[in-house]
């Protein structure tokens, strides 16, 4: 049975990753880092929480990495753990450097040293890309235009490093935009889908964001974790981008999903200064030519539909509490 060691199993990609290589056939490890508020609702919601094993391993700290590594013996370790809010790396620089950048690092080291052979998946980003001219591939300069494109940046350049220097099997999927029903809150899609179902059940009045015309190419997050998979299976390690090669604006974004349940966004949504970002990026679209033709992977889930499922989620969730909360409950 082959395994397989995911970092960030508690977040969004953890969670849909370990749910497909389960039905893959793999053992799954899952890496978690300790809080005091047990943190695991995505691998219910999943329903594959009893499928994995849990293992405390935090990226802030070298040894718990290393005996991670060493109590599950992995085939391959996917890294996802990472502080992932671009808005948030601007007041907390140093600890997104620490863990998205700096955190990779460690983990290499740790396969360096203890077992060269295992396959590594780095959980790069079309941040990177900052506002380099669209479509971004593989082949576009970075210009990362935060501290978090920038610490995922030094992660990105140093899986590539020991690649060519110790001949290591490690990729990096540039990853677009990817979102679902259970991406975290403070993401803009989720922000939207749930304002949406709150005003519709009458909780909210309005809803509050920043920038309405940054463009992105979001995809669903179900249909990437299998790009990561695909990469490591591939002869020859690489860097892939992932993409749909689709853009749609915030505002457009906004439109489809009051739509969805019957609404005008114009009459609910208003900006707000507090949720622009000292820079922002403006402009991102994918082009996923290299991974179609070399792997054969391509997205399954259109824009229209990826809303529509968030939205669709939200309000069930607020419409059923309580079959919502029992589903959590019985695994708890
Ligand atoms: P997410 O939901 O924010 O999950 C991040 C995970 O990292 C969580 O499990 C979090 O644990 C964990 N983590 C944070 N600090 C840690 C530390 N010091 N040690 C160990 N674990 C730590 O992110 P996601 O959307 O699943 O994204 C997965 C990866 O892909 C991230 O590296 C992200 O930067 C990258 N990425 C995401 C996208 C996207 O659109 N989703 C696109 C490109 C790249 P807690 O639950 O304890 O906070
Ligand atoms: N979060 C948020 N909240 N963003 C808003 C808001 C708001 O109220 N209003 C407008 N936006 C704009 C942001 O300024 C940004 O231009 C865009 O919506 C998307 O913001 P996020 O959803 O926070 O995602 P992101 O693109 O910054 O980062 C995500 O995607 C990256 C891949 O490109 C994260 O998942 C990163 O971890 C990932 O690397």
Not at 72 to 77: A, H, L, T, V, Y
Not at 184 to 204: C, H, L, P, Q, S
Not at 226 to 255: I, K
Not at 292 to 309: A, E, H, Q
Request: glycine share 8%; aromatic share 12%; net charge neutral.
């Amino acid at each position: 049975m082959r395994k397989a060691l995911i970092t960030g199993i508690t977040g969004q990609d953890g969670a849909y990753l370990a749910k497909f290589l389960v039905s893959k056939g793999y053992k799954v490890y899952g890496g978690y880092r300790r809080s005091s508020t047990r943190n695991f609702w995505r691998l219910h919601y999943l329903d594959v929480k009893k499928d994995i094993e849990l293992i405390p391993l935090d990226l802030l700290d070298q040894t718990s990495i290393m005996s991670a590594i060493k109590y599950c013996e992995p085939d391959e370790i996917y890294n996802l753990a990472a502080q992932s809010f671009v808005g948030v790396s601007f007041d907390e620089a140093i600890a997104t450097g620490e863990i998205s950048g700096l955190g990779v690092t460690r983990i290499l080291d740790s396969i360096r040293f203890i077992n060269p052979k295992i396959k590594f998946y780095q959980a790069s980003t079309s941040e990177m890309f900052g506002n380099a001219p669209q479509p971004q591939s593989e082949k576009t300069p970075f210009e990362p235009a935060s501290p978090y494109a920038a610490a995922k940046l030094y992660g990105h350049w140093v899986n590539k490093n020991y690649r060519e220097g110790y001949n290591m099997f490690t990729c990096s999927g540039i990853l677009f935009n990817h979102e679902s029903p259970i991406r975290g809150i403070e993401f803009v899609t989720k922000k939207i889908t749930d304002g949406v179902a709150r005003i519709k059940m009458g909780y909210n009045k309005e809803l509050l964001l920043g920038n309405l015309e940054a463009k992105r190419d979001w995809g669903f997050a179900g249909d990437y974790v299998e790009a990561m998979w695909a990469m490591l299976q591939n002869d020859t390690p690489d860097d892939y981008v992932v993409a749909t090669g689709e853009s749609h604006s915030v505002r457009e974004f906004c439109e489809e999903a009051f739509a969805v349940v019957g609404l005008d966004y114009k009459n609910y949504v208003k900006t707000d200064k507090r949720f622009f970002r000292p820079v922002d990026v403006n402009y991102l679209l994918g082009d996923p030519t290299k991974i179609k033709t070399t792997i054969g992977w391509g997205p399954k889930t259109s824009f229209k539909d990826l809303v529509k499922m968030m939205v669709l989620a939200d309000v069930e969730k607020y419409e059923n509490p309580m079959t919502h909360s029992q589903q959590f409950l019985k695994h708890i």
